[in-house]
């Protein structure tokens, strides 16, 4: 049936999934595909999907609004699952935040549905505002992508650390007034004062300056047309700097790590607030998708009629350039409709004829609407499949055994409320 994946290239263009999925966040993406592989046998439930499908379907307005915030939303399952491993950083967080901050603007679009599934999810959904403000006052807006290096923590956020901040700056900012200093007191303008990871803080003379060096430089470093020099001052001042960067680092990584713990004590509550933005998605893509193609809200039941009024195949409708498909009237029940036998030349479309009636019923069961002008479904608990020919003679299976075996497989398996093409 290609539900997922096409057969040719097994990507998602040709298939079911790369119909509906108009899913604007990884969440729903992911909810999507559950919905497909494991379509619901319970009416009730079913109806309640439909009606939030239904809900979103019958006002555009808010659909397009509900699905302009879901865009900015990050696939906060991914997100809580990196800090719980210990591997999410700086970025990771300022992601969680800011997709957080949307959820208040996100439940006041769809504030009072009338839905009953819709009113359940909306009050699965938390603001989270502990752990919004907790990372708004601890994590600085464009963190780097390591968390070892330091950068990482508003200096205000923690005393110690502001204090270790002003430490650092303060040395920089005597740094370089020490240059201004040093060439004023050796008249040596192209004198300069630099720092290397290897060397530390150094004063750089070139040679056709050498003799203006004073008596209390100590030589550090000679190059090809310079010669590097400390101080005694500079030197003690350096390893104030260096050890008040040191202690920043150390500090800012103890810190985030505090903060990382405290997020992951809310793990639950966001997997709970992803899982439900997931399925709001869902059902909003499957009520755009519904308004894009002129779909129908199929009713639903425990018999066993299966009625189709201009039943349309999903998937190739879509595919087809230039050409209308041509609908197609089906009608099934457990009496004088049991078995329909569908002949033709070939290319007559009756692959197509047949599959389309297992892929609305499909779609019926995982609560979307169906490309139809009127159907009722009498819900089946399996769909079984045998379309097509196919050989395995590795395993000394030709092709009509193949089909055999399958057959047999369906007959041994399938119950009154199975469906089989």
Same mark, same amino acid.
């Given at each position: ?31 999507? *595909? ?17 009606? &939030? ?10 659909? &397009? ?117 040093? *060439? ?35 030589? !550090? ?40 713990? !405290? ?48 039943? *349309?195949?999903?998937?190739?409708? !879509? ?103």
């Amino acid at each position: 049936l290609e539900l997922l994946a096409n057969v040719q290239d097994n990507t998602k263009r040709g298939s079911l999934l790369g119909v509906l999925d108009l899913t604007q966040t990884a969440m729903g993406g992911r909810k999507l *595909r559950q919905y497909i592989i494991e379509p619901l046998t319970d009416v009730e439930r079913i109806r309640a999907r439909q009606e &939030g499908v239904e809900e979103f379907f019958s006002d555009s307005l808010k659909r &397009g609004k509900v699905r302009e915030v879901l865009k900015k939303i990050s696939d906060l399952e991914r997100l809580i699952s990196r800090l719980c491993c210990g591997t999410a950083n700086g970025r990771d967080l300022v992601s969680l935040k800011n997709s957080l901050k949307l959820i208040p603007k996100f439940k006041e679009l769809i504030a009072e549905p009338k839905s009953q599934m819709l009113q359940q999810l909306l009050k699965e959904v938390d603001d989270l505002k502990e752990t919004v403000d907790l990372i708004e006052d601890a994590i600085v807006p464009e963190p780097p992508p390591t968390i070892k290096e330091g950068g990482i923590i508003k200096p205000e956020y923690n005393g110690e650390l502001n204090e270790l901040y002003q430490m650092a700056r303060g040395g920089k900012e005597w740094v370089a007034e020490l240059e201004a200093k040093e *060439r004023r007191r050796t008249g040596i303008n192209s004198l300069k004062v630099g720092y290397t990871s290897v060397f530390g803080y150094y004063i750089e003379v070139t040679k056709a300056n050498l003799k203006q060096v004073p008596t209390d430089y100590i030589r !550090k470093q000679t190059l090809i047309n310079a010669e590097r020099f400390v101080t005694p001052e500079l030197k003690e001042k350096e390893a104030l700097i260096l050890g008040a960067e040191e202690r920043k680092v150390e500090l800012e990584y103890r810190i985030f790590q505090e903060i990382r713990d !405290k997020i992951v004590r809310e793990a639950g509550k966001i997997q709970q607030v992803a899982r439900a933005i997931g399925e709001i998605d869902v059902l909003s893509s499957l009520a755009e998708v519904a308004a894009n193609n002129d779909y129908v809200k199929p009713t639903l039941n425990d018999g066993e009629v299966i009625s189709i009024k201009a039943g *349309r195949h999903p998937v190739v409708e !879509k595919m087809l350039m230039g050409e209308k498909f041509v609908p197609n009237d089906t009608y099934l029940d457990g009496c004088e409709n049991q078995i329909l036998i569908i002949t033709g030349p070939n290319m007559a479309g009756k692959s197509t004829y047949i599959r389309q009636v297992a892929l609305i019923v499909l779609m019926a069961q995982m609560g979307s609407f169906v490309p139809a002008e009127q159907a009722t479904i009498g819900t089946v608990d399996r769909i079984f499949t045998r379309i097509s020919t196919r050989d395995s003679i590795a395993r000394g299976e030709s092709t009509f055994m193949v089909e055999m075996i399958e057959t047999a497989n369906i007959l041994n398996n399938a119950t009154p409320k199975s469906l089989l093409i």
